[in-house]
T-cell receptor, first 114, second 113 residues
C-alpha cells in the first residue's frame, strides 16, 4: 500500500459523463501532481500544484480540470472525455514543488471511456 | 527538449546474477536522478535517487551517476524473479523552481528462475 491514496481504482464512463478522480496524502507534502500513463509508455505530466497553487499545466485540454482544495487533497474533474483519454491516471506528491525532491505515486485510477 | 534515453528491453538475466540498467540524458543542467520500478498494471515505486557523481548503495540496489558522460545506471545484485518489472529512469533540472521530471520509456527486466 502506498501513502498516496487514489479513488476510485477503476472508472468506466461515457463521453457525456462528468466524474472526478480523487487523491489524498497525509505525508505533509506540499506539492501534488497528476500524470497520465498509456500502456508501455512513461508517465506524462499533466498538472503540478505547489502550496495549493497551480504551478504547471502541460497544455492539457480543458475537459480535464484540476482542483486542490487543501494541501492534502487533489481532484481531477473530467467532462466530455474522448476514447483516447482512456489511460492510467496517477497522482504523486513530493515534500515541496522543487524538482530535486522525489515524487511518491499513488496506485492510480484506471479510466476507460466508452 | 529534455530527453531521457533507455533501452526498452527486455533485459533477461538469470536468477542470482547482476542486472545492469542504463540511462542517458540530454540536459547537462540536470541535477537529480531517480529510479522507479513499475510492475505491470501497477504504479511506479521509487527505488533510488542520486544527486552526486559516484555510487549510492541501498541493499541490493546501487545507483551510479556520471555527469560528465550524462549517464546514470542502476545495478541490481542477486536478481530475483520478483525484480521482474519495468524500471523507469527519471531526470530533473537544477534545484529550485518548478521544473518537471522527465521520464525515460523504461527498461523491462526479466529475471529467469
Amino acid at each position: 500500500d502506498t501513502e498516496v491514496t487514489q479513488t476510485p481504482k477503476h472508472l468506466v464512463m461515457g463521453m457525456t459523463n462528468k466524474k472526478s478522480l480523487k487523491c489524498e496524502q497525509h505525508m505533509g507534502h506540499r506539492a501534488m501532481y497528476w500524470y497520465k500513463q498509456k500502456a508501455k509508455k512513461p508517465p506524462e505530466l499533466m498538472f503540478v500544484y505547489s502550496y495549493e497553487k497551480l504551478s504547471i499545466n502541460e497544455s492539457v485540454p480543458s475537459r480535464f480540470s484540476p482542483e486542490c482544495p487543501n494541501s492534502s487533497l487533489l481532484n481531477l474533474h473530467l467532462h466530455a472525455l474522448q476514447p483516447e483519454d482512456s489511460a492510467l491516471y496517477l497522482c504523486a506528491s513530493s515534500p515541496g514543488g522543487f524538482s530535486n525532491q522525489p515524487q511518491h505515486f499513488g496506485d492510480g485510477t484506471r479510466l476507460s471511456i466508452l | 527538449q529534455k530527453e531521457v534515453e533507455q533501452n526498452s528491453g527486455p533485459l533477461s538475466v538469470p536468477e542470482g546474477a547482476i542486472a545492469s540498467l542504463n540511462c542517458t540524458y540530454s540536459d547537462r543542467g540536470s541535477q537529480s536522478f531517480f529510479w522507479y520500478r513499475q510492475y505491470s498494471g501497477k504504479s511506479p515505486e521509487l527505488i533510488m535517487f542520486i544527486y552526486s557523481n559516484g555510487d549510492k548503495e541501498d541493499g541490493r540496489f546501487t545507483a551510479q551517476l556520471n555527469k560528465a558522460s550524462q549517464y546514470v545506471s542502476l545495478l541490481i545484485r542477486d536478481s530475483q524473479p520478483s525484480d521482474s518489472a519495468t524500471y523507469l529512469c527519471a531526470v530533473s533540472g537544477p534545484p529550485g523552481g518548478y521544473q518537471k521530471v522527465t521520464f525515460g520509456i523504461g527498461t523491462k527486466l526479466q529475471v529467469i528462475p
